[in-house]
């Protein structure tokens, strides 16, 4: 764990000295904020649930935009090996990595608390709805920060990342899109495989371990992908 922890710290440094990561960031918060706030002064709707509504489509972009480089860049550059030859597992890269696209994402989630307390000032507030809510973003965004980990470890070129990525993300949420018009007896597959469905729940102030365990499976299946790719250069 302390090399997973090193590499993390590496890689979070990396990210806040890229302008990549601010850009990101910044759009991020221009796009949810005026979500929020035409919500809140123009409708007149003092809640959170426009900004809740559309994060899961936003993370879909901006979580992958993140993390395309975390493998990616390192096989491009070739540091990838020089960074394996030292006293580190696989997983423990990909872990670290990992740690770091989450930090991230908590980081932007972190953020946006700012639209909670907007809420707070002006009205009552839904606690239990609006703390679960933001589980439920960090959940989601573990998940696809482990997915564009998984991305990132399949190429050395960080647009084939990012697309893969987007694409992977995206399709998970559009599942629970295409619930409704599905035929029956594909609905229960696509709403438990939906990152989306798995999300409303969460949002509306209802914690299922259900929910929980489905972002976990996601981001442990993912990740152990990845480390399985990193190790695959040995059996060449």
Same mark, same amino acid.
């Given at each position: &764990?302390?090399?997973a922890?090193?590499?993390?710290?590496?890689?979070?440094?990396?990210?806040?000295?890229?302008?990549?990561? *601010?850009?990101?960031?910044?759009?991020?918060?221009? #796009? =949810? !904020?005026?979500?929020?706030f035409?919500?809140?002064?123009?409708?007149? =709707?003092?809640? &959170?649930?426009?900004?809740?509504?559309?994060?899961?489509?936003?993370?879909?972009?901006?979580?992958?935009?993140?993390?395309?480089?975390?493998?990616?860049?390192?096989?491009?550059?070739?540091?990838?090996?020089?960074?394996?030859?030292?006293?580190?597992?696989?997983?423990? %890269?990909?872990?670290?990595?990992?740690?770091?696209?989450?930090? &991230?994402?908590?980081? #932007?989630?972190?953020?946006?608390?700012?639209?909670?307390?907007? /809420?707070?000032?002006?009205?009552?507030i839904?606690?239990?709805?609006?703390?679960?809510? *933001?589980?439920?973003?960090?959940?989601?965004?573990?998940?696809?920060?482990?997915?564009g980990?998984?991305?990132? =470890?399949?190429?050395?070129?960080? #647009?084939?990342?990012?697309?893969?990525?987007?694409?992977? =993300?995206?399709?998970?949420?559009?599942? !629970?899109?295409? %619930?409704?018009?599905a035929?029956?007896?594909?609905?229960?597959?696509?709403?438990?495989?939906?990152?989306? /469905?798995?999300?409303?729940?969460?949002?509306?102030? /209802?914690?299922?371990?259900?929910?929980?365990?489905?972002?976990?499976?996601? &981001?442990?299946?993912?990740?152990? #992908?990845?480390?399985?790719?990193?190790?695959?250069?040995?059996?060449?």
């Amino acid at each position: &764990m302390n090399a997973a922890s090193t590499i993390a710290k590496r890689e979070i440094r990396t990210f806040f000295n890229s302008p990549v990561a *601010y850009l990101v960031v910044t759009v991020f918060m221009l #796009i =949810s !904020g005026y979500l929020f706030f035409s919500q809140l002064f123009l409708e007149k =709707s003092a809640d &959170m649930r426009q900004y809740l509504g559309i994060t899961p489509l936003l993370f879909s972009f901006i979580i992958p935009a993140l993390t395309m480089r975390l493998l990616a860049e390192e096989k491009g550059s070739g540091t990838l090996e020089l960074l394996i030859t030292m006293p580190v597992r696989d997983w423990e %890269v990909v872990l670290g990595k990992f740690l770091a696209g989450l930090a &991230m994402v908590a980081t #932007i989630v972190g953020i946006t608390a700012v639209y909670a307390i907007t /809420v707070m000032m002006l009205g009552p507030i839904d606690k239990g709805a609006a703390l679960t809510g *933001y589980l439920g973003l960090l959940l989601l965004g573990g998940a696809y920060a482990a997915i564009g980990v998984m991305a990132s =470890s399949f190429t050395r070129n960080q #647009i084939v990342a990012f697309i893969l990525s987007f694409a992977i =993300s995206f399709a998970l949420f559009l599942a !629970g899109k295409i %619930v409704q018009i599905a035929p029956e007896w594909l609905k229960p597959v696509l709403a438990f495989i939906s990152t989306d /469905v798995h999300f409303e729940s969460l949002a509306k102030g /209802v914690l299922d371990t259900r929910d929980i365990l489905y972002y976990v499976s996601v &981001m442990v299946i993912s990740l152990v #992908i990845a480390t399985a790719s990193l190790e695959s250069r040995k059996w060449k």
